[in-house]
């Protein structure tokens, strides 16, 4: 060293002491967040498995190396495919699925990352949903959803296992009838249900004609029932009538005769009738009786 050379400051020794310290400390400590699960591999080959979150140790890369993976449940979303059902119906179903890494060495294995388990989801599920939703009816999957998909869930569970893969589940966000079905299909229940309205409105018409013709017959039965008490109460009262003149005139039947006379005057003549008939009728007995008093 020359006698001019400038002295390196300590300062900036301990700068570099600090920095070499923090490579060192970053190439043996890692944190795991909570949504997090770390794999540590050891050349290549896997060492363990950390799931609880915080600040961990490894043997300095490159002998040591951490892959951190997500510990969250995880979504695929599917494009629309057609599948067909039990009775022949074609579906375009829109499907998703929710999945977590459940066995991470072996999701690294198998699948690598995240795309690679998204490309098994395609398949199996998708694969999955066909056979099983083509053991149904269309009316079936409509009504029994929640159970077919429960069933589909537990299949895909199954064989997805062995990816490291749980499937948590499977459901159908939408499925529809393909664009020249649909009018076909929307005609059929136009159909069956303007036959349905029609069955409804002829019943309806065949109880209102009974109603009609029962109330008719009471109808007809109360008003029969009515005129006969009439006619009885009618021909009581002219029977206790007639008892009654008959009682009453019987005490003198001259003046019986001569008041039921006048009762016809009264009826048959006035001034604008004129009566044909022989002077000596018996019908003027009491005019001629009366001129001659």
Not at 137 to 146: C, F, Y
Not at 189 to 208: D, F, H, I, L, N
């Amino acid at each position: 060293m020359t006698k001019n050379a400038t002295p390196i400051p300590k300062g900036l020794y301990l700068l570099g002491g600090f920095i070499l310290l923090a490579i060192v400390v970053n190439m043996i400590f890692f944190t795991v967040d909570e949504t997090e699960q770390a794999v540590i591999l050891q050349f290549g080959k896997f060492v363990r498995t950390i799931r609880e979150p915080g600040l961990h140790a490894k043997v300095p890369y490159p002998i040591q190396t951490v892959r951190i993976l997500d510990k969250r449940v995880l979504e695929y979303d599917s494009e629309p495919r057609e599948i067909v059902t039990g009775d022949k119906k074609t579906l375009v179903i829109d499907n998703y699925a929710r999945w977590r890494i459940s066995d991470p060495l072996l999701f690294m294995k198998k699948v690598v990352n995240e795309a690679g388990a998204q490309t098994r989801l395609d398949d199996i599920v998708y694969s999955v949903l066909r056979v099983d939703l083509g053991k149904h009816n269309l009316d079936e999957i409509v009504l029994k959803r929640g159970p077919i998909m429960d069933t589909v869930s537990e299949e895909c569970t199954a064989k997805m296992t062995e990816f490291g893969i749980e499937i948590v589940n499977v459901r159908i966000k939408r499925a529809d009838l393909p664009e020249e079905n649909e009018r076909a299909v929307f005609e059929r229940m136009e159909a069956e249900r303007s036959r349905k309205a029609k069955q409804y409105r002829a019943e309806g018409r065949q109880t209102a004609t009974e109603i009609k013709a029962e109330t008719d017959k009471e109808r007809t039965v109360i008003l029969a029932e009515a005129y006969k008490q009439a006619k009885t109460t009618e021909g009581e009262g002219d029977a206790e009538a007639t008892e009654i003149y008959a009682e009453a005139f019987s005490q003198d039947v001259e003046f019986y005769q001569f008041w039921r006379t006048l009762q016809a005057y009264n009826k048959t003549v006035d001034n604008r009738t004129t009566l044909v008939i022989a002077p000596d009728s018996p019908f003027f007995k009491y005019l001629r009786s009366g001129a001659r008093k």
